[in-house]
């Protein structure tokens, strides 16, 4: 089972009471992965949602030619999977170690189940999923607008929207 205080620790349970996290907990696994060892896999749709326990998760796209483009790393406390969990649809990144790592994986049938659930816990995490996506979507919109406003770049935010709409 995963230890409750570092479950505890993370931003998307922060309002979750001991009993709730003890219900999440019950849905994990951990995992344990090796320097460059893949998390997800681009295009997957295996595995399910990921927190990190501890290390960091290095998160890139492999282009059509072949070479990786590192997106983000993400470190301790970091959820990540989410958008497959959701849409089902395949994975648009791969995410590899960096040096070790230990994640909490809930499986995508546990997700469904938190989704659709009516118990407490259940609606607990549906806020925290929601709350987590207005986060994401935030901050995607922030680098939007940073990467239409460089004065060396002649792209629009419609240019910028469809170019990423397109790689989903």
């Known amino acids: 089972m995963i230890d409750l205080a570092r479950l505890a620790s993370v931003e998307l349970f922060r309002n979750f009471d001991e009993r709730a996290l003890s ?8 995992q344990r ?8 896999e681009q295009g997957s749709r295996e595995g399910g949602c990921y927190i990190i326990l501890s290390g960091q998760v290095r998160v890139f796209r492999t ?8 997106l ?21 990144a791969s995410g590899a170690a960096v040096g070790e790592v230990e994640v909490a994986e809930l499986s995508l049938s546990a ?11 259940a609606l607990r995490f549906q806020l925290a999923i929601c709350q987590e996506l207005i986060k994401d979507i935030r901050g995607a919109n922030h680098r939007l607008a940073e990467l239409a406003s460089l004065p060396s770049q002649s ?10 709409s397109s790689q989903t």
């Open 23 to 30: 219900g999440i907990a019950s849905f994990m696994t951990a």
């Open 33 to 40: 992965f090796e320097d460059g060892d893949l998390v997800v």
């Open 63 to 70: 282009t059509p030619d072949g070479s990786a483009v590192d």
């Open 72 to 92: 983000l790393t993400l470190g301790e406390g970091a959820f990540f999977g989410l958008l497959t969990a959701i849409d089902g649809l395949p994975r648009a």
């Open 111 to 121: 997700f469904s189940e938190l989704l659709d659930g009516r118990s407490p816990v």
């Open 155 to 164: 792209v629009s935010m419609v240019d910028l929207g469809g170019a990423l």
